[in-house]
């Protein structure tokens, strides 16, 4: 599902303009990652958690020359599923 089709089904289920429906999921989109790039997490309960994680910097090798490289340390957005998503998929 891509966003348009999210806006679209938005939409229509909830009896609103296309675009009041994207402007709904731009500012949720927003809020979550300003969110993030504060290091505060974001639940939703029933459907998950969004949360920063940490790569370490690690070594790594450039497979068409075999080269070693550092690749530096970063941080990373995660998802973590609540128990009602993982079950809504394996019904």
Do not use: H, W
């Amino acid at each position: 599902m891509s966003k348009a089709d999210l806006v679209e089904k938005i939409a229509k289920e909830a009896g609103i303009s296309k675009a009041a429906a994207e402007k709904s999921v731009n500012s949720f989109i927003s809020g979550v990652t300003a969110s993030l790039k504060k290091g505060q997490p974001v639940t939703l309960i029933g459907f998950g958690t969004f949360s920063v994680g940490k790569r370490a910097a690690r070594t790594g090798r450039n497979p068409k020359t075999g080269a070693v490289l550092k690749i530096k340390a970063k941080k990373v957005a995660r998802f973590k599923p609540g128990a009602a998503l993982k079950n809504a998929v394996n019904k």
